[in-house]
């Protein structure tokens, strides 16, 4: 798919009610934001005491203009870090840009083996101008595992730092196809657009947790309801769940956070060139309004739920990401979790660590 420009956008949907992409004013994509800690084998000269050292991976929503900058800053008792960012990619004509691994390899003089609260700050800069300001700031908890099995004194440093992404998991996003299209990444200075959309299905994503075997190669299964039928189902021929968030370990530990995205190829939010497929081939949700419910399987064994509203061509807009300010089109919604394949985590995390630091305003959970 091609996206259209945010000005063509009115213009082409004038008789749609479609997503209406306009630019957030650089702003941070806070969906996007995947803080992950690089375990340097060594610490001041010990080989058996690990640590660590951050890096960050986010999207920055423009206008962007000559001289515009990235930065990360975090800051811990006694230790203080801070990383220029290199765009790695951009959405369509540019409208926002792509952090990859800021901070990587940093030198092992630089790593801590600190577990606990960081405070960090995103900041855009620009030295033309003599501007600088932050785009988001919040903090993130630093844990820590044994690797290995012997039980020697020599061996007791052996960790391996993560962050606890625990508030993720009843986090869900359901979202219009064009959005996903308008979040895929290109070539810096790009000229793609979305001129010539003319349909668009419903997708969603989900956060679990567990070994990194668990659940990247676990059998996920989405089925969507209306009115307690199932109206379309999405069941990748292969584990759709990408480990954004694994520990640097060569243990599968039960510490991995894993998003896993569902494409309903037959759930149809709407169509500007309607009775092209023949009847039955999609569901027209844009013919059928009111609460919808996506149930999701793990290896067989319900996991996750989550409702939302459908009306007039357009998932209902709770508010939740516009209300937080989170850079987003996608819908945030509460996901209800079922059963004990996530293993142990802490069900009222969300309430105070959300959006690292930051929980939502009108989110709550079923």
Known sequence: MKRASLVALFFVFATFTVPTLVAHAQSLDKTSVHFFLQVHRGYKGDSETWSWTPKVDFRVNGPFKPGDGVSVEYSLPGKAWKSDCVPFDAGPSSYWIGIRDCGQNMPDAEAVTYTGPIDFKISLKNELEGKNSVLFAGKFKVEKFHEGV?????????NVF?????WRLPIAYVYDEYVYNYEHGHPLGNSYTLDNVNESRLMAAFW???TMQGVAYS????????NGQVVDQAIPASAVCSPLDRPDSNQDSPNSYCLSTFNFLKAMLWNKQPGV??????YEMYNNPGEYEIKVLQNGHLARSAKFTFGDRKITDNGIAKQ?????YRILVPAA????????????AWKTDAFFGNPLTGFTLP
């Open 208 to 210: 679990f947790k567990g």
């Open 324 to 328: 937080n300010n989170l850079g987003t």
């Open 277 to 282: 497929a023949g009847p039955g081939v999609y």
């Open 337 to 348: 979790i079922s059963g004990d394949l996530d293993g142990t985590w802490d069900k009222n």
């Open 150 to 158: 012997v039980a020697l004194p020599k061996f007791a440093n052996n």
């Open 162 to 166: 993560y962050v606890n992404y625990d």
């Open 219 to 226: 059998k996920y299964e989405a089925y969507l309801y209306h």
